[in-house]
């Protein structure tokens, strides 16, 4: 009996013991065959997280943040304890005890499957195997996926450390509202860092790993109160805090950015703009769009906080009084279904869902509206961001009498009398206050709209190329093409100072004498007869009368003389194009480029012909604080040392390369200085420091031009349609650029004052005649008496006259324009009859163009 017993136990141990054995080798088999292949768990402790790239201004305020993950990486040192106990106790308690896995919860998770026979299937992840699922695995609930975690957990407990393997989890995890990791969260949420969390707000980011969207803060705040409530349990069970503080965490309200508890850290943020949105634009080309959206760059923006709004209001002013002129309602073109508009809160939710401009601030904020009630003669509306009154809120008919509404068929109706006559409800408006002058109280709400003329505006540092200002267009969120930088236009007359560089490089001189008379060139298009915009010949003139004046046949002329291949290579050496075509219709600004491009080289003529590249960036570092990318490269011994003699500031020494002679540069931006003083540009342009300029206007008027520059600033701006067409008749540079120029430049005066333009060594003044170019004696005063600047060792030679080889058109009326006893008349060098003396209307406003 006692043998059998001893047998029957014995086989059943046998067959326990084969048992335990073949399950550990199936175990151990299944181990090894999912362990082959597995992604390298080693690669983890060189990971470096994808955050957030952000833009910061001089001043060192955040102005721009971009992202692909919205991430801001902490180091587990930085992180707070509280934050890690809170994560711990909801996750994975037994974090610092285990190997990377969790035995029991494995096993009670299997028993509750099979129980619900495959309903309830809830992880048993510990937060390694969680950071194995996040970085290398997918996450399906499959068998296989759950062996691999395993697998590489174990390894990996065995590469980091724990703090390590907390430091990836709490930086990788996604808590919803775009945002991952513990960093970007708490601001998101709480708009506060992680010191300034308490339990029961770290408890509520540790209850959001789990499903962020069954979480939400607002749809789902009970629920979520709930998990909080939860994780401060077992954040009390597990020792991290006590029992009071508890029942004080407990007790606390669930309160979020979402729930309108907090500002959100977006309302610190300015809207994005023009000149954020191209720094990302350049630096995603220089170093990869993955890079810029990933690698957590800190940029350092040249941009004046001070002097960007005054410039974007500037352009913004001009482009709106231009359209408001033509009298045109176009309003947003956006509508709201009348089922839509039935409650205040019903017309909010769908005006809120509509993707208008929001970023407009000009004479004050403008706000989205919806027309809720058109009466006989006002309409009522609904504002975006205002509270309703017991009256409502109205548009007046005395608001609507500057427009005409176009109708079905393509005409304009008659101008409006009453609110109805533009507007039908559901419309969607612009609308600001309108406020009295003398104490700012309200008047009424005035209708507005985005204009469709659209222009750009740079303006930057004429010795390093920074550009502290820059405008796109009328509203970044209406349109985010930048018409600063990638619009192509053509320059016009804003083109002419480089023919007159490229001639004073090649030994003309400000006096030289240049026919202004008809000329007739042959074309494969036909015959083609530019003009002035003045329809006026002028006879022999002056290089510096020339560019005042803007005459475009004096400078077809010249770059007849000079050449096309001499004067696309000035440009080209200056940036305006890459590779200008050999045509003489270039001389006069029909060849494209860009704002941006034009500014830059303006900003050579002004400092004395160095070199610009210009930037919106001073300086790039990666997400560990070292510089990849500085700007300015110019040499500053005297900076390393430690003191400087009173009344001495650092030598900074140019390592630029220079453009062009200082001499001719300086020539050229007096003959500048002449447009604004007496030239084309007199009448809209006048500084409290020198100030040098070009206008231009193309055919058609089709785009206006104005680029101008003091001792340090140089600021430009052009308007058009995007589809070119004409601006109309007394469409200038001078009356539509001029006034942007003029309102942006008296406040970069005011805060960067100006001086005189340096004057180089190597040349001497000579007074001359500005009309007739003879020269004066030393003591000569008067208005037609000039200081012109020549070259040491240079005589200059007074009286030779240039037409650039052009016969004159035998079938054009030569001078019949200038009127009758205005002047002498001469015989030219080719022996053509001219008229000399005070010929031109001075006062004329005349830019100059295409014809």
Request: proline content about 4%; overall charge negative.
């Amino acid at each position: 009996m006692f043998r059998f017993i001893l047998s029957f136990f014995g086989g059943i141990f046998t067959a326990l013991t084969l048992a335990i054995g073949m399950t550990a080798l199936t175990v151990g088999a299944v181990f090894w065959m999912y362990g082959r292949d597995l992604p390298s768990h080693e690669s983890l402790a060189q990971y470096t997280p994808p955050t957030i790239s952000r833009i910061y201004s001089g001043q060192g305020q955040i102005i721009d943040e971009f992202a692909q993950e919205r991430r801001l990486f902490v180091p587990a040192s930085d992180i707070p304890d509280l934050v890690k106990q809170a994560f711990i106790s909801a996750e994975d308690k037994n974090f610092y005890d285990h190997e990377g896995y969790d035995l029991r919860g494995i096993a009670a998770a299997a028993v509750d499957a099979v129980k619900s026979r495959g309903r309830d299937v809830r992880g048993a992840s510990t937060i390694t195997q969680q950071v194995m699922k996040n970085f290398l695995l997918s996450g399906d609930r499959r068998a296989e996926r759950k062996i691999k975690e395993i697998i590489l957990a174990a390894r990996l407990e065995e590469t980091l450390d724990k703090e390590k393997i907390l430091e990836l989890y709490l930086n990788e995890i996604f808590l919803g509202q775009n945002s991952y990791g513990v960093a970007a969260a708490a601001q998101t949420y709480f708009n506060k860092t992680l010191d300034d969390l308490n339990a029961h707000e770290a408890a509520f980011l540790a209850s959001l790993p789990k499903a962020p969207s069954d979480y939400h803060p607002v749809r789902q705040k009970d629920r979520l109160l709930a998990r909080r409530n939860f994780v401060l349990r077992e954040m009390q069970e597990n020792g991290y805090i006590t029992k009071a503080e508890y029942q004080v965490e407990v007790d606390a309200p669930l309160e979020s950015v979402q729930n309108g508890d907090f500002d959100s850290f977006k309302a610190e943020l300015p809207p994005r703009d023009y000149f954020t949105d191209e720094i990302r634009r350049q630096l995603s080309e220089d170093f990869g769009e993955g890079e810029f959206f990933t690698g957590g760059l800190t940029v350092r923006a040249t941009i004046d906080q001070e002097l960007q709004p005054v410039a974007a209001n500037a352009l913004r002013r001009e482009l709106e009084q231009y359209d408001r002129g033509r009298g045109i309602w176009r309003g947003t073109r956006k509508t709201i279904p009348a089922d839509q508009l039935g409650t205040e809160a019903d017309w909010r939710a769908a005006l809120a869902d509509l993707r208008v401009a929001r970023d407009i601030d000009l004479d004050g904020q403008w706000y989205p509206a919806v027309v809720l009630e058109v009466g006989d003669t006002s309409a009522r509306i609904g504002i975006e961001g205002v509270e309703e009154d017991e009256d409502g809120h109205f548009i007046t008919a005395e608001d609507v009498g500057w427009a005409r509404k176009r109708l079905e068929n393509g005409k304009l109706s008659s101008t409006a009398r009453v609110a109805g006559d533009l507007l039908a409800v559901g419309d969607v408006v612009h609308v600001r206050r309108m406020t009295r002058d003398d104490d700012g109280s309200f008047v009424r709400w005035t209708l507005r709209q985005v204009p469709e003329v659209q222009g750009g505006f740079v303006a930057m540092d004429v010795d390093t190329g920074r550009v502290i200002s820059m405008q796109g267009g009328f509203s970044y969120q209406a349109s985010v093409f930048n018409r600063a930088t990638q619009a192509k236009r053509q320059p016009g007359s804003s083109f002419k100072p480089f023919v007159y560089a490229a001639a004073l490089d090649s030994g003309y001189s400000p006096a030289t004498i240049v026919i202004d008379a008809p000329i007739e060139i042959d074309t494969p298009q036909g015959l083609w007869r530019p003009r002035n915009s003045s329809n006026r010949f002028y006879g022999p003139t002056p290089l510096r009368t020339g560019i005042e004046q803007s005459r475009n046949l004096m400078t077809i002329r010249l770059a007849q003389e000079v050449g096309m291949g001499i004067v696309a290579d000035y440009a080209e050496r200056f940036g305006v194009y890459d590779n200008m075509g050999r045509f003489l219709a270039n001389a006069l600004g029909s060849e494209e480029t860009t704002l941006y491009q034009m500014v830059a080289a303006y900003a050579m003529f002004a400092n004395g012909g160095e070199r610009v590249q210009p930037t919106l960036v001073d300086r790039v570092q990666d997400r560990y604080g070292r510089t990849i990318y500085r700007h300015d490269e110019r040499l500053c011994y005297d900076c390393e040392k430690p003191t400087l003699e009173p009344g001495l500031g650092p030598r900074i020494i140019s390592n630029r390369d220079q453009v062009m002679d200082p001499i001719t540069a300086y020539q050229l931006t007096s003959m500048m200085k002449g447009v604004v003083d007496r030239g084309t540009a007199s009448g809209t342009v006048n500084l409290s420091v020198p100030t040098a300029g070009k206008t231009g206007t193309t055919n058609d008027a089709k785009d206006v031009w104005f680029i101008g520059f003091t001792s340090n600033i140089v600021a430009g701006c052009y308007i058009g349609y995007d589809q070119p067409r004409s601006l109309g008749k007394g469409a200038y540079g001078a009356s539509l650029c001029g006034p942007v120029f003029q309102e942006f430049m008296t406040r970069a005066v005011a805060k960067y004052g100006g001086g005189p333009f340096e004057v180089p060594s190597g040349g001497r003044f000579i007074k001359i005649d500005r009309f007739t170019g003879a020269r004066l004696s030393d003591d000569a005063t008067g208005p037609s008496v000039v200081a012109e600047y020549f070259r040491d060792g240079e005589e200059p030679i007074f009286g030779i006259t240039f037409d650039g080889g052009f016969a004159m058109g035998a079938d054009l009326p030569l001078f019949d324009e200038v009127g009758s006893g205005q002047g002498r008349e001469v015989t030219t060098s080719t022996g053509e009859k001219a008229v000399v003396g005070p010929k031109a209307n001075f006062g004329t406003l005349s830019s100059g163009g295409l014809y």
